[in-house]
């Protein structure tokens, strides 16, 4: 899966009044797509586990995710979902701005708890789990949401806006317990900038020695950096990334193939055409034709 298909989805199931930023999916790994792959937005997002197992990323560290954990992703955190030995997952996607809880400048709870909390110098749970004391109180607060936004009585957004408000108020009484794992905020601006780089500079060309000096590494130092922290080579994620893009061009432009492949990155067709058909068992003129 792109990441251009993940957004089409989620554009395709809002489930809340326009003007309301708060918003709620249902989806499943595999059969809705097989992964999200690793992304940031400013918005928060509640990672809701229905049902099965499966693998969520936050901030260079996976979890084994199962039935009734919860996830908090703060704006601006890297994170991806993935499945997991090839089995199932079905969880709730909910994403809301921080903005819904923000009011005037000067604001007692903006200034000394919301913000803070959302630039990271007030520590909350970002993995909640059964077991852990502010688990039930989050998760009946999500439960009421939920059935707040299924039917919809008039003036729900009040009563959602002040299960947000208590949802952080549970965050902030219940301290995450040290677990030993720590992420270097820095290793992280470097992720996020590798990635923003190749999302900005795809079309071009784009080499390890390049990316290495980019974020001050040696060769080695930055293969072996990239690869332990998203499991794949950089050349291996550079290729991906373009033909998702290809696929992208291909099926929502009228480009030729050729001009497709070149303003995707690959400037050897026939390396375009093998690597495009690893990847999606069609090659790109099968794909077009496909589309028309």
């Known amino acids: 899966m792109d990441i251009w298909e993940y957004q089409k989805y989620r554009e395709n199931k809002v489930h809340t009044e326009k003007g309301f930023p708060y918003n709620t999916y249902l989806c499943s ?68 701005q921080s903005s819904m809880l923000q009011t005037s400048v000067g604001d007692f709870c903006s200034q000394n708890l919301l913000q803070p909390i959302f630039q990271g110098n007030i520590s909350v749970s970002c993995y909640i789990h059964p077991g852990l004391p502010l688990y039930e109180n989050i998760l009946q607060l999500i439960r009421e949401t939920d059935s707040l936004c299924d039917k919809r009585p008039f003036g729900y957004q009040l009563a959602v806006k002040s299960n947000l408000f208590q949802l952080f108020f549970h965050l902030i009484k219940h301290p995450p317990i040290a677990n030993g794992v720590s992420v270097n905020n820095k290793f992280l601006e470097k992720m996020k900038f590798i990635l923003q780089y190749i999302d900005t500079h795809f079309a071009e060309e784009i080499s390890i020695s390049e990316m290495a000096e980019l974020v001050f590494y040696s060769e080695s130092h930055f293969m072996k950096f990239f690869k332990n922290n998203m499991g794949i080579s950089f050349i291996q994620y550079l290729n991906q990334y373009r033909l998702d893009m290809a696929r992208h061009f291909l099926t929502s432009t009228s480009m030729s193939v050729l001009e497709v492949a070149s303003e995707s990155g690959f400037d050897n067709i026939s390396y375009f055409n093998r690597l495009f058909k690893q990847k999606y068992g069609i090659t790109p003129r099968q794909l077009r034709d496909s589309n028309v």
């Open 29 to 96: 790994i595999p059969l809705d797509f097989k992964n999200v792959p690793m992304h940031w937005h400013e918005e928060i997002e509640l990672i809701v586990i229905q049902k099965g197992e499966g693998i969520i990323s936050l901030d260079l560290h996976s979890y084994s995710a199962t039935a009734g954990d919860i996830f908090l992703v703060l704006p601006g955190h890297l994170h991806a979902i993935a499945e997991q030995n090839g089995k199932q997952m079905e969880y709730e996607n909910i994403l809301f």
